[in-house]
């Protein structure tokens, strides 16, 4: 068996030498690289570039829904925080305008194999203010066959009901993402978000009787209150549960940044052995349930998409983690929402007055981005790479890029010995190759090729890698 695959170690004083904060490279340059002179007129070359390079390359929509009823302390995602549903009436409409200056940019062989609705809470829309968005999308963009099709949303399941679930299969939602963080209560209430695990295991099982194919679940380890024996017992639930998917983040902590995190009292949070602990039997749970270890932080059923797409060596990430959708160009839409087109990105405004001024003035709600050069290109290649598959040919990777690959990152390459000495990595003349020691350190396996950490960028906007 590729080492890549093999069942992680788990060693606690190892991971706690390697501590350190680091991005989860969900792009590569990461967002704090991107930058205000990148525009309207940025975009529309990338995606005349991109069109002319793969006049079929599908489209990947990701929509932002940046409204929630209630602060989730721990949140750090762009949001907006009301009660309000007319609000949301109007931010249908300006999401119709960007889709309506979006999508006539593609070229007639680009059709939308993915979509992805992501927030904020995305139901918070009404089934009325849903079917506008999904009607309007289909009307500018062309969507693939259905059976071709992935269209997923992200759920709270404080608020979603039956029927709500049940619309949603109907107008082609055939994938769904809980937020279910924690089922104890004392973590519920110490960061807002109170729940039952009854309800849940109930929407679940409406999911699947309406026809979702895939149900993915999100824990969060770290959070306050939180104790081996509690975090245990919510694992023990979510199996019962026995989703597709499952990510396991760890929680970041940075409340200079995120203003909610202010709520959260320092000394209610684990300790750095009690996180490491809460992950370490987090994660001996699901492989004894049958889930699989795909890296970092994401598990899976054998049978799932993304087992397979690592076993083919076709897995890839992007925004949304990891991806069988690698190859899609990814338009986005929304208040902060992140496109990924050709060898660029760009991320929209993400205050919602500045966004709702762009697009009430007729103009693009783009406020920077990043044109890829050769350089990033190629490291970009080796983070995906190692993240994906645990391993590195250098010999086809010299083919793809036509360097030398010892030569180009030779720096690198000597950092790395420390990470061969703590038998993270193997290296050879031929291969790169991620053992079970470092499978969960991948992130820092993969900060050795990130230039602008090497140039001095500041930690601080990241969370810890483990």
């Keep these: 068996m590729n080492p890549a695959f093999a069942v992680p170690e788990f060693d606690a004083e190892l991971i706690a030498r390697y501590d350190a904060s ?12 991107f930058r205000g002179d990148f525009g309207a007129a940025s975009l529309r070359h990338a995606i005349a570039t991109s069109n002319a390079d793969d006049p079929s390359r599908p489209l990947s929509l990701y929509v932002h829904v940046p409204f929630c009823r209630s602060p989730c302390f721990y949140c750090g995602c762009n949001r907006v925080i009301t009660r309000d549903q007319h609000r949301a009436d109007q931010y ?3 999401l119709q305008r960007e889709a309506a200056w979006m999508a006539p940019l593609f070229g007639p062989g680009r059709r939308v194999s993915q979509i992805h609705l992501g927030g904020g809470t995305p139901n918070f829309l009404d089934l009325d203010q849903m079917r506008t968005l999904m009607e309007w999308l289909a009307r500018h963009f062309r969507f693939e066959r259905e059976e071709r099709r992935e269209f997923a949303i992200e759920i709270d399941p404080r ?4 029927d709500y679930v049940r619309e949603l299969a109907k107008l082609g939602f055939n994938r769904m993402s809980l937020g279910i963080q924690d089922f104890d209560p004392q973590v519920q209430l110490a960061v807002n978000r109170v729940h039952a695990a009854k309800r849940t295991h109930e929407l679940v099982q409406v999911a699947r009787c309406a026809g979702f194919e895939s149900i993915n679940v999100d824990l969060i380890y770290g959070l306050p209150k939180q104790t081996p024996e509690s975090f245990e017992r919510t694992v023990a639930e979510v199996i019962g549960m026995r989703p597709d998917r499952l990510a396991l983040y760890g929680y970041a902590h940075l409340p200079t940044v995120f203003k909610a995190q202010r709520r959260i009292a320092t000394a209610d949070l684990p300790d750095p052995a009690e996180r490491l602990a809460l992950f370490g039997n987090a994660m001996q749970q699901l492989l004894a349930a049958g889930y699989v270890f795909i890296g970092m932080d994401h598990f899976a059923l054998p049978g799932d ?8 060596g076709t897995l890839q990430r992007n925004f949304q983690g990891y991806s069988t959708h690698g190859h899609c160009d990814i338009v986005g839409l929304g208040v902060s929402a992140i496109s990924r087109i050709g060898n660029t990105y760009s991320q929209n405004e993400r205050d919602l007055a500045m966004y709702d001024a762009a697009l009430d003035s007729g103009l693009s709600p783009v406020a920077k981005g990043l044109v890829l050069d050769s350089d990033d290109l190629i490291r970009r290649d080796v983070i995906n790479e190692l993240m994906c598959h645990g391993r590195l040919d250098k010999r086809g990777f010299e083919s793809r890029h036509g360097i030398t690959f010892d030569e180009y990152f030779a720096d690198e390459l ?10 993270l990595l193997a290296m050879d003349e031929q291969l790169i190759q991620v053992t079970p020691r470092g499978r969960l350190l991948l992130r ?15 930690m601080t906007c990241y969370s810890k890698t483990i």
């Design 159 to 162: 608020h979603a009901e039956d």
């Design 305 to 312: 998409e993304l087992v397979r797409a690592q076993r083919e």
């Design 414 to 423: 000597a950092r790395m010995d420390a990470l061969g000495r703590d038998e």
């Design 22 to 33: 680091g991005p989860r490279y969900t792009s590569y340059p990461t967002a704090p690289q």
């Design 444 to 458: 820092n396996i993969a900060m050795c090729f990130d230039k602008y950490l090497q140039h001095g960028m500041q």
């Design 92 to 94: 249908v409409v300006w």
